[in-house]
């Protein structure tokens, strides 16, 4: 059991480096807590939940994933090949396709619901 209790410690002080010193990691939590309160707000299927909080989990996740490559290469980068700084470009680019996804997915389920708020 101690085990466990020291790998959940490990993944926290993880999530409070990023929550404390990642900017889009926060612009993305305070996104999804948005949608989050949309769903609560809005009469939302549960396919639809689950897809939301997917494309939520994903999102963070491969924000996550870019931080730790970010400082691989950052640690590595003085000493290695010029591929670094494209590593770390496609990182960024793999985010930047999942919250355009993610965000496509909000629009689609949120849409007919705000829509039908103007009616």
């Given amino acids: 059991m101690n085990r466990t209790v020291r790998s959940f410690s490990f ?3 993880g999530f409070r480096y990023v929550l404390r010193g990642e900017r889009n990691f926060q612009i993305e939590l305070l996104v999804a807590s948005m949608v989050v309160l949309g769903m609560i707000l809005f009469d939302v299927s549960v396919m639809e939940r689950v897809v939301l909080v997917l494309s939520i989990a994903w999102v963070l996740t ?3 994933v870019n931080t730790a490559v970010e400082r691989i290469m950052d640690v590595l980068q003085p000493r290695i090949h010029p591929y670094a700084r494209i590593i770390k470009d ?4 793999a985010v930047l396709v999942s919250a355009s996804g993610a965000f496509l997915v909000g629009i689609i ?8 708020l103007f009616r």
């Fill in 11 to 13: 993944a926290a002080r």
């Fill in 90 to 93: 496609v990182m960024a680019a």
């Fill in 109 to 116: 389920i949120f849409a007919p619901h705000v829509f039908h």
């Fill in 62 to 64: 491969l924000e996550l």
